[in-house]
């Protein structure tokens, strides 16, 4: 079975541009040097990473991951040290082995389609005589999870992994009446997206650690039937559930997709143009936290698109936002107020060629305050 190598020319890019693209990842604990005492490190299809060291010249360590369904899997060490690496099965067996994934890099690279099961990965040096002061072991694998029955309690509950970041698991509500859970951590302040890809009736529910709901959607659109919530949460654990809108039906077929990410916060003051706070770039996913706390307020965000792209602009919030999206010169390019009927929160979806552009946030009608608000940039 042949697969394209391209992942390489992305540890490759990421070596050159740096490791921030990867969110927060897990920090080794040692001593794992050995299966018997692995680190975890995701659950696949998805994606995980975790930072670790050869702390002592001759230092192995092991890592494991499970994958829910066949697919392809690609795992690879972000680092400019010599690392080698190993994947074994579950019974110890090894399946692939690598030093450099190419001529003068000393990151390492395995790429091997798998069945479902649990895997295991060792990093170390690749002559065993020099130590490795820092490295990332990168998982990734394309495609959703699947839910798998019962999952009908927070107890139950099918794991998502930890955010910020980004899953996905497809599911079903086959018996009228029936709930799906699902479980994730967050391990630093997070603006949690989770929303529902079908045609059919969802409703969906953010809940903390204890069962609380935080956030609730039936429709997120007039005349559409997913379901979307956004929601700026602390560290924890947290749940979402799945069901039927009315419990009176059956749903054959939806994917929850859940995404995390990490924003900066809003600095006083910024209401011009010349203070407006830097998001950074997209291509990318960039958020910030702000309010309009005092009446008549404005709030200055800037961002740079390096080369042409679809970009979206949102607010998340219970106030009534209005948005503004301005090209270097302030030139306006687009206004929104509200994205939808009955939904406060503002949106702006265009095409932008590179360059640098503004995002202003104001109340709506000047005469109020806005509670605490995500501001939301994504290019593809």
Same mark, same amino acid.
């Given at each position: 079975m042949k697969r394209?190598?391209?992942?390489?020319?992305?540890?490759?890019?990421?070596?050159?541009?740096?490791?921030?693209?990867?969110?927060?990842?897990?920090?080794?604990?040692?001593?794992?040097?050995?299966?018997?005492?692995?680190?975890?490190?995701?659950?696949?299809?998805?994606?995980?990473?975790?930072?670790?060291?050869?702390?002592?010249?001759?230092d192995i360590d092991f890592f494991y991951f499970n994958v829910g369904s066949e697919r392809w899997v690609t795992i690879e060490t972000i680092t400019n040290e010599d690392t080698e690496i190993a994947l074994f099965d579950s019974d110890g067996n090894l399946s692939a082995q690598n030093d450099d994934i190419a001529l003068d890099v000393y990151s390492s690279g395995i790429e091997q389609y798998l069945m479902a099961g649990q895997y295991f990965v060792a990093v170390w040096e690749h002559n065993d005589d020099n130590v490795i002061y820092s490295y990332t072991l990168s998982l990734s694998a394309d495609g959703c999870l699947e839910e798998f029955e019962d999952n009908n309690s927070l107890a139950l509950a099918d794991y998502l992994g930890t955010f910020p970041g980004e899953a996905c698991i497809t599911g079903t509500?086959?018996?009228?009446?029936?709930t799906d859970f699902f479980a994730l951590d967050v391990l630093d302040w997070t603006v949690l997206t989770v929303s529902t890809i079908t045609t059919e009736d969802t409703e969906i529910a953010l809940l903390d650690e204890y069962g609380d709901v935080l956030a609730v959607n /039936?429709?997120? =659109?007039?005349?559409?039937?997913?379901?979307?919530?956004?929601?700026? %949460?602390?560290?924890?654990? +947290?749940y979402v559930m799945v069901w039927e809108h009315g419990d009176d039906n059956v749903i054959y077929d939806y994917t929850l997709v859940v995404s995390g990410t990490s924003c900066?916060?809003?600095?006083e003051p910024n209401d011009d143009y010349t203070l407006a706070?830097?998001?950074?770039?997209?291509?990318?996913?960039?958020?910030?936290?702000?309010?309009?706390a005092v009446i008549g307020d404005l709030d200055y965000y800037t961002f740079d698109v390096t080369f042409a792209t679809y970009v979206t602009i949102s607010t998340a919030t219970t106030g009534d936002t209005e948005i503004g999206l301005f090209d270097a010169f302030g030139n306006t390019l687009a206004?929104?107020? /509200?994205?939808? =009927?009955?939904?406060?929160?503002?949106?702006?979806?265009?095409?932008? %060629?590179?360059?640098?552009? +503004?995002?202003?946030?104001?109340?709506?009608?000047?005469?109020?305050?806005?509670?605490?608000?995500?501001?939301?940039?994504?290019?593809?």
């Open positions: 394209n190598r391209t992942g390489w020319l992305v540890v490759m890019l990421l070596l050159t541009l740096g490791i921030t693209g990867l969110g927060q990842c897990l920090t080794e604990v040692e001593g794992n040097d050995s299966r018997a005492v692995a680190d975890w490190v995701a659950d696949l299809p998805g994606t995980g990473c975790i930072d670790g060291t050869i702390g002592v010249v001759g509500v086959g018996i009228v009446g029936d /039936d429709d997120y =659109v007039v005349g559409e039937y997913w379901s979307w919530i956004s929601r700026e %949460v602390p560290p924890g654990t +947290y900066v916060s809003e600095i706070d830097t998001m950074g770039d997209v291509p990318g996913a960039l958020c910030a936290t702000g309010t309009i206004e929104n107020d /509200d994205v939808a =009927v009955g939904d406060t929160s503002s949106w702006i979806g265009m095409n932008l %060629v590179a360059g640098t552009y +503004y995002v202003a946030v104001r109340e709506f009608t000047d005469t109020d305050w806005v509670v605490p608000y995500t501001l939301q940039v994504t290019g593809d």
